[in-house]
Nanobody, 125 residues
C-alpha cells in the first residue's frame, strides 16, 4: 500500500503561483510513476503532469506545459507541482496519484493505483 497526502492548495489571484506537495509513505518503492491530476466541477478528471520514478522522465498536459513544473525529492518521498501564471480555469481539486504499473499510459488516470484525498486550488479573476 502507498499513502499519499497532498497539501499546498488555496485561494490565489490570477497570475499568482502555488506549489502543491504530495507526501508518499508506505511501499513507495513499488511505485513506477507518480503524477498530478485535477478535476473541476462538472468535468472529468484530467491529467496535469507526471514523473517516472526510474530515470526521472517528466510529462505534461500540452495546455499546461510552460506554466506548471513537476519535481520530486526522493529523500523525502515527496512530489511537487509548481504552478505559475495561474488562471481562473485552473480552479479544480488537484489529486496526487501513484502507479505500480511498469508500462503505464502516463496520462491515463485508470492506470494509477493509489490516490490522495485532493487539495482545492481556487484562482480568482
Amino acid at each position: 500500500q502507498v499513502q499519499l497526502v497532498e497539501s499546498g492548495g488555496g485561494l490565489v489571484q490570477a497570475g499568482g503561483s502555488l506549489r502543491l506537495s504530495c507526501a508518499a509513505s508506505g511501499r513507495t518503492y513499488s511505485s513506477y510513476a507518480m503524477g498530478w491530476f485535477r478535476q473541476a466541477p462538472g468535468r472529468e478528471r484530467e491529467f496535469v503532469a507526471a514523473s517516472r520514478w526510474l530515470g526521472g522522465s517528466t510529462y505534461y498536459a500540452d495546455s499546461l506545459r510552460g506554466r506548471f513544473t513537476i519535481s520530486r525529492d526522493n529523500a523525502k518521498n515527496t512530489l511537487y507541482l509548481q504552478m505559475n501564471s495561474l488562471k481562473p480555469e485552473d480552479t479544480a481539486v488537484y489529486y496526487c496519484a501513484a502507479s505500480i504499473l511498469r508500462s503505464l499510459t502516463i496520462a491515463n488516470a485508470n492506470e494509477y493505483n493509489y490516490w490522495g484525498q485532493g487539495t482545492q486550488v481556487t484562482v480568482s479573476s
